[in-house]
């Protein structure tokens, strides 16, 4: 399977789960009146999620060197 190929699907389920994570079921779990270190748990919640989004995509999104594609070609003017 083609990298570009797995890598899309990569991206449709993180969208996937972060569409399930910040709807109604899962966001109303975290709607409580308790605090963790002193941040409501809703907030603490959004917080992670949204951090989790970004790391999992930017991973997803990650180029790898490809050792037998061409060599990156120096800056201009050197």
């Given at each position: 399977?083609?990298?570009?190929?797995?890598?899309?699907?990569?991206?449709?389920?993180?969208?996937?789960?972060?569409?399930?994570?910040?709807?109604?079921?899962?966001?109303?779990?975290?709607?409580?009146?308790?605090?963790?270190?002193?941040?409501?748990?809703?907030?603490?919640?959004?917080?992670?999620?949204?951090?989790?989004?970004?790391?999992?995509?930017?991973?997803?999104?990650?180029?790898t060197?490809?050792?037998?594609?061409?060599?990156?070609?120096?800056?201009?003017?050197?």
């Amino acid at each position: 399977m083609p990298e570009s190929k797995r890598r899309n699907e990569r991206l449709v389920a993180l969208f996937v789960a972060a569409l399930l994570a910040l709807n109604f079921p899962l966001l109303s779990l975290a709607s409580v009146m308790k605090q963790v270190w002193g941040i409501p748990v809703l907030y603490f919640y959004l917080f992670f999620v949204w951090a989790f989004i970004i790391l999992a995509s930017g991973l997803t999104l990650k180029r790898t060197r490809d050792p037998s594609g061409p060599a990156p070609e120096p800056p201009a003017g050197t």
